[in-house]
């Protein structure tokens, strides 16, 4: 195979995406990650929030469709709005801060003030806007909103496809991944966020890796008991990497925890036996005991959603592009809404454990992003290898590409999805 | 306000010995300051109360603290491996009580890392909960409310 394509003769970004690999500028280049945000952020379905971290009547979440700031809110009729974070007079931000809880949105400038469905309700002086100022006219820009099992997903695209023909194949994964509530509705428990000096592609990509799993995470490993260490120890079971379509990938890695409602007469597994014992001891039944066990280490796989989310085992990945070289992570903690608390205490615990800036995992993948970002400056031209298990691809039940665990069919799912969106010519 | 200058003075020893550990990596002595009970806390949020049913940066018990050490100090972790240097630095000491033998103590806490990425600060109110051992104190409790915590951190491969 050559491996000594020469980028010379390449005149566009979607020229850079080969079946098998990808070039390394597309990490680097600030023209293309400008690009990026255009033809990509600016064109699909983008995850803005889970519909538990509005549950409340003048609940909000700030949030960004690449680079541009969101709030995404709940009016007082229960509706979910997503509206750009600009007033409609000079263009200050409405609403700071990560969440929180108001009555309305006031601009801090010269105080227009907006409703929770982002109307213009009232501003201060209005006589010298007599005849010349329609408010119904200047309400905060709403961004198309659609919702399915409770992720909120905005697109700045009118004409797009829906929400529900966009998730596709990924939907039925979707259910899946929400049943890790117990038995209770999903609900999100806090996140952590970092940022890494590094491109936002390659977080995408370690989404979908398997192949890392045993070297980077060695440290954390080797801090879980011998039968939470087997369970991690996936390379060589049954599991398998599924092309979803959109460039949507499901990566299962522990086949028995696709279905968390199936094989609850399993036996407790030993990390878990102090858990099951408070959760008898508070008088749950057998049955609940069991389900909540079950899903208390969140399910058996990473659900790849493109562009910026990931329903990964027990917790939500949200990447958010910086620039060409940064991107901030959110590693969004999930539990059940109305679960007993030594169901959701467990569930944080195990979270801090692997996620986030201290935990004993991310630090980890955060060094080898950071490696792949700095190694990939090394020559004049090169190329990222995604080929990875390319040769014994088969057809999975529901009729999709299937690779091995630790194959990349993930990511070249990812990557063709990003070349027929950057071969776009731009404007359209 | 009458201030006890010794009881200010033996804390302010004990914490000095406490960071330095931690600049120097005397990773198991540093075990050894803590009363078994202890938690180490790294909030998300700094007006969070109850730490045990809110996610943290960290949250370490015991058991944790040493699972903690022996991934600081196995070399199996990658991003450990450079060993990068810290120095922290404290000030503003303040007794806020003195109560049942425990000692409650604030201070501003700044810790400088440099690693390839260049020179970071992090710049933290420190809270101990001190307990009296004989002519020395244990640790009850540490909170670290590290700035930006709330906002994004990076990653972050010692202890703050
Ligand atoms: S910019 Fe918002 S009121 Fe003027
Ligand atoms: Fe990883």
Known sequence: MNTEIKVKNLNSTADLVLEDRVHKSLYSNPEIFDEELDKIFNNTWVWVAHESEVPEAGSYKTASIGRQPVIVVRDRKKNIHVMLNRCRHRGATVCEGKSGKTKAFTCPYHGWGY??????????????????????????????TESYNGMIFATLKDD??????????????????????????????????????????????????????????????????????????????????????????????????????????????????????????????????????????????????????????????????????????????????GAPQAFNQKRIRLHEHFQGPMGFGTPDDGEAWERVQAGSMAGTDGWIMVNRGMSKLSTSADGNVKGAVCS??????????YKQMMSVESGK | MKLDTQLLADVTAFLNIEADMLDNKEYLQWLDLWLESGLYIVPVEHNATDYANTLNVAYDDDEMRKLRIERLTSGDAISTQLGEKTVRTMSRFRILDDIDGFVRVRCAYSLYENNKNGLRIYPANLQFKLVRDGGSFKIAEKIVKVMKSSEHLTTVNYLF
């Not at chain 1, 213009?120 to 010349?132: G, Q, S, V, W």
């Not at chain 1, 390659?202 to 192949?211: F, G």
């Not at chain 1, 070297?215 to 599924?242: P, R």
């Open chain 1, 160 to 337: 797009l496809e829906s929400l529900d023909e966009h998730l596709g194949g990924a939907k039925k994964w979707i259910d899946l991944f929400m049943k890790q509530g117990g038995g209770y509705p999903l609900q999100t428990l806090g996140d952590h966020r970092f940022r890494f000096p590094g491109n936002w592609k390659i977080q995408l990509e370690n989404t979908t890796d398997a192949y890392h799993f045993p070297i980077v995470h060695k440290s954390f490993i080797a801090s879980v008991d011998e039968e939470a260490a087997e369970v991690f120890d996936f390379l060589d079971g049954e599991g398998y990497v599924e092309d979803l379509g959109n460039g949507h990938s499901v990566m299962v890695m522990i086949p028995e925890l696709v279905d968390l409602e199936e094989n609850l007469d399993e036996p407790i597994p030993e990390r878990f036996e102090d858990l099951a014992k408070s959760l008898a001891d508070e008088g749950h039944s057998d049955e609940e005991v069991r389900r909540l066990v079950r899903a208390v280490g969140g399910s058996g796989f990473n659900l790849n959603l493109f562009p910026n989310i990931a329903c990964s085992m027990a917790f939500f990945r949200n990447l958010v592009p910086i620039s060409a070289n940064e991107t901030e992570i959110h590693h969004i903690a999930i539990g059940g809404k």
């Open chain 1, 115 to 144: 409703g929770l469905d982002g109307s213009l309700r009232a501003l201060p002086k209005p006589e010298e806007y007599e005849n010349i100022l329609d408010k119904a006219e200047f309400g905060l820009v709403k961004v198309r």
């Open chain 1, 408 to 417: 990349e069919t993930g990511m070249r799912a990812a990557y063709q999805k």
